[in-house]
């Protein structure tokens, strides 16, 4: 086979002296499409293994003979001689590097045949062989003298009939042998065609299912355009781009941070009539399509639809990284470096193109949904609607009247002046510590949201204007454009005037320009100023439909740099980049596997070379990867569990090189927390973490392993402390009649019964168990910031800092988004480009938490009115029982006051959400 293959190659290399790019004649060959490459190569390869050389020889035979006269106009009859020593004078052409596909298809059925009659020949022999090899057999049997078994050497007169009898016997066995092996091979011979026939269409389904989606991402990116390439400059094309307007639904847009089985929205499933069903997506996806999309040369503009306003709140941090990615869009001219810094020249450049604007329309707007659609190169605000820029605001909830009023107690143990997380159950309303980091905090957001609407807008507000504004109350339309918080105000949505409009220009300048090249408009005209003059008057004149939309909304720039004519949704084009990604995922998995295949059998290789298919560089199948851990929500032990099995499996791939730990979490218990960290440091390799909503208390607490930490602005972070909640229901059972008792005296095991009251035994011991974690948890921080414990105490206490204040006392690295720690990972810590991003955990659905989903989103400091009001209800109806039993079992549903809670939470609703689960 060597030998044949290396007459094959210097056949054939003779022949392919030009480029590998050109054919013979020196023209630029077209690229074999993958799915035609992969029918014509898997064919060939086929026959190449089964036939060997003789079938390798019998292809290139057939196809240099069939190609040569096709070429010369001969006919197809027989020639003397091998064709590869035909003399040059009698074929001047050269051989032919692509074959045509009856070429291709006679030389494989060539060679089946050839394989078919091999096949046969060896059955033949082989069933002669297992003949002679039966008949030697038998005539041994038949010629084998009997066994002698009398003592007294007497002769066996039965040994004549025992022979033949034995002979008989044995050529019914062979008989019986042949005809089974014969029905084997018969079933087995069925089997195969159809496991064949089998293969053969569930190949071709998925082959002709590639070919479509490959047309239909081609078509949709518009990369048909650049088959009309031409070397020539004075002919050649440019490519036409599409010009499309991304839509983005914000009214009807939920914006999570990593998507689980628990963030599943089945409320379109379960309201049919709902006519405009929620889009879900993940902020990182958001913002990978606003990248996608800024690079798209098809996508000429974005436009926000805010409509009456939100309906799903998002997070100040979500909506920073949100603004960063629509910066970018905006400036799509420039060539960003890091797209989660702020413009700056020395971390972007110039280049060719104009920037693409973005719109945002709504009804009226909020603090927040102003804050995201300021970032949008206009902002158009209905002609009725208005602004209600009041600032951040915050809303806490007490509860120690209503546990009074129930007789129930809560024993709060803490320790920090600011860990304010536990006052729903001490307080009835702010405590001076409690205010003093509310202040501070909603102080620090509306700084950072004023700078960056100041930044978006170009205005010049001083804090007196701010204020002023926050307390006129609700700006009309015409007050928000007057002082320039808004661009336009249209009395309907523009949308869909201004893609009609542009569709009937676009229309218009099409038969235009048909008619002027039927009239011979590309000849040059004597008086060349005239037409000049009548072109700049042919721009500036307004088309009919374009007055009319003027006099309807007004004329505005934002109108004249609308150029789209087509609307896309968020959710068609993210359905179609997927398409994309996994056509080119497929692409370079064919490209490796033919690569591996030319590396590996020479034969292969010359084939594929006739066939046209130039051999790159095959990219490495084991990639470096960089993993994202996203730790999403209040830390428990479903959450811990999760975690912890993600971290143990990165663990083992070797192929990462780095983490980054992503948190959006308030904190949670002290023991899922500690679970968390210990296992982060196991991990080996570098850990960097980025903060997303909130990184505070249990979140900050299991960020202390990482090489640095990246927060923005808004983010909420620090909430360094510890606190414990002991319920005692005991008074409220006396009020039914109802008492308890422990023994022995003084143990601790009594204070987990919610009957029971805290002794000062009880009370020492869990004191001494915060204190315990608390200590640990500033000694852990001083570890991880380098810091001296005495400094940590000054910013501990459990007060909660912004992303900005965190970075000035230290408590994070630097300012920036998940992107940014990414780039820094990959920067830092990875030895190639080609770096795999690989997130965690991997989202799944599972049908036991299908319930919880169900159940709805409802607050969790209302449960404990609904599990009181329930109780008590139901025991004041049974109150002529008078039944213990029936009491205790009521008492049950009281779960949070089952055992002592030691917590690590920033906001009352994440301690009230452990509470109630009971952890």
């Known amino acids: 086979q060597q030998q044949t293959s290396n007459k094959m190659r210097a056949s054939l290399s003779s022949s392919s002296s030009a480029s590998p790019e050109t054919n013979c004649r020196g023209v630029r060959q077209r690229p074999l499409q993958p799915m035609h490459l992969l029918l014509k190569v898997g064919l060939l390869h086929v026959a190449v293994l089964f036939g060997g050389t003789t079938t390798l020889e019998a292809f290139t035979v ?38 045509s596909s009856s070429v291709l298809f006679g030389a494989i059925k060539t060679a089946s045949g050839q394989i078919i009659r091999q096949g046969k020949i060896k059955q033949q022999l082989k069933a002669e062989r297992l003949l002679k090899r039966q008949n030697a057999k038998a005539e041994a049997n038949n010629n084998k003298p009997p066994k002698n078994n009398n003592k007294n050497n007497e002769t066996d007169t039965t040994t004549p009939t025992t022979t033949t009898t034995t002979a008989t016997k044995t050529a019914e066995n062979h008989g019986v042998v042949r005809r089974f092996v014969t029905r ?74 990593h998507r689980t089985s628990g963030s599943i929205d089945l409320q379109p499933l379960l309201d049919q009539n709902n006519k405009q069903p929620t889009i879900v997506l993940e902020a990182k996806e958001l913002v990978s399509i606003l990248h996608k999309a800024a690079a798209d040369p098809n996508i000429s503009a974005l436009y926000a639809d805010f409509g009456e306003g939100m309906r799903h709140p998002m997070g100040y941090a979500h909506m920073e990284e949100i603004r960063n990615a629509i910066r970018i869009f905006n400036e799509s001219h420039r060539v960003h470096r890091d797209p989660n810094v702020h413009h700056n020249p020395v971390f972007a450049m110039m280049r060719n193109g104009d920037p693409k604007p973005s719109y945002a329309f709504g009804h009226s707007f909020a603090w927040n949904e102003y804050f995201l659609a300021s970032a949008f190169s206009y902002v158009h605000l209905q002609a009725r609607g208005h602004l209600d820029l009041f600032g951040v605001a915050t809303t806490n909830t007490f509860l120690k ?84 918080l808004v661009d336009v105000i249209p009395p309907v949505d523009p949308l869909l005037s201004l893609l009609n409009v542009n569709k009937k220009e676009a229309k218009k300048k099409k038969k235009k320009k048909s008619f002027m090249s039927r009239l011979g408009a590309n000849e040059k005209d004597d008086n060349e100023d005239e037409d000049a003059k009548k072109s700049e008057g042919d721009k500036e004149a307004t088309s009919t439909p374009r007055k009319k939309m003027e006099a309807k909304f ?14 896309i949704s968020l959710a068609k084009y993210k359905q179609m980049l997927n398409k994309k990604d996994k056509m080119e995922r497929t692409r370079k998995q064919f490209n490796n596997t033919l690569q591996k295949m030319s590396e590996t059998s020479t034969a292969t290789e010359m084939i594929l070379s006739a066939l046209g298919w130039v051999p790159g560089e095959a990219s490495s199948s084991k990639r470096e990867k960089v993993a994202v851990v996203t730790v999403d929500g209040t830390i428990g032990s479903s959450l811990s569990y999760e975690i912890i099995r993600s971290l143990r499996q990165i663990r083992q791939d070797k192929s990462v090189k780095c983490m980054v730990l992503r948190v959006d979490s308030p904190g949670g218990s002290v023991t899922s927390s500690e679970a ?36 923005l602005p808004t983010t909420l972070t620090g909430s360094i402390g510890v606190f414990g909640v002991k319920f005692d229901a005991s008074k409220w059972a006396k009020s039914y009649g109802i008492g308890a008792d422990y023994y022995p005296r003084g143990s601790h095991a009594a204070a987990m019964h919610p009957l029971t009251p805290l002794t000062p ?4 011991n869990i004191a001494r168990m915060v204190l315990d974690y608390y200590d640990y948890f500033k000694s852990i921080v001083a570890t991880g910031r380098s810091l001296p414990v005495e400094e940590v105490e000054k910013v501990a206490q459990g007060r909660v800092w912004t992303g900005e204040q965190a970075k000035e006392v230290g408590l994070v690295d630097a300012l920036g988004g998940l992107d940014r720690a990414i780039s820094y990972a990959k920067k830092a810590h990875t030895k190639t480009e080609n770096v795999e991003v690989e997130h965690w955990p991997k989202s799944s659905f599972r049908w036991e938490d299908l319930p919880e989903l169900l159940a709805g989103q409802e607050s969790s400091y209302l449960n404990i009115f609904h599990a009181l009001l329930a109780v008590t209800m139901r025991l004041e109806d049974n109150a002529e029982s008078g039944s213990v039993e029936h009491f ?29 689960r009971g952890e």
Request: aromatic fraction near 8%; charge should be neutral.
């Open 401 to 484: 009247g209503a546990l009074d009023k129930y007789g129930i107690k809560a024993h709060v143990f803490r320790h920090g002046d600011y860990k304010n997380a536990p006052s729903i159950f001490t307080d009835k309303k702010y405590s001076p510590a409690h205010l003093e980091t509310v202040k501070s905090m909603t102080s620090s957001l509306n700084t950072s949201i004023r700078t960056c609407i100041e930044n978006s807008r170009a205005l010049n507000f001083d804090n007196v204007m701010w204020q002023s504004i926050f307390e006129f109350g609700s700006l009309t339309s015409a007050n928000s454009e007057d002082i320039g």
């Open 761 to 764: 035994g009880m009370k020492d």
């Open 62 to 99: 057939h196809h240099v003979q069939l190609g040569r006269r096709r070429r010369s106009g001969d006919s197809l009859g027989t020639s003397s001689g091998h064709p590869l020593h035909t003399p040059p004078s009698q074929h001047p052409l050269p051989v032919p590097e692509q074959p």
């Open 888 to 916: 205790l079992r009521q008492l049950k549903e009281l779960k949070f006051a089952e055992k002592p809670h030691f917590l690590m939470t920033m906001d009352d609703k994440t301690a009230m959400d452990l509470i109630m």
């Open 554 to 567: 007004g004329p505005h720039e934002s109108f004249t740099k609308f150029t789209a004519t087509d609307a």
């Open 676 to 711: 968390i960290l210990e296992e982060i440091k196991l991990f080996d390799k570098p850990v960097i973490c980025s903060m997303s909503n909130a990184a505070a208390s249990g979140g900050y607490y299991i960020a202390m392993n990482s090489e640095k930490i990246f927060a």
């Open 184 to 257: 084997a091979k018969n079933v087995a011979g069925k089997t195969l065609r159809v496991g064949g026939a089998t293969i053969g269409l569930v190949a071709a389904a998925n082959l002709a299912l590639y070919y479509y989606e490959s047309n239909q991402v081609d078509n949709f990116f518009g990369a048909a355009a650049d088959d009309d390439e031409s070397t020539d400059n004075e002919s050649s094309k440019q490519p036409k781009h599409k010009k499309r307007v991304l839509v983005l639904p914000f009214d009807n847009l939920k914006v999570i941070e």
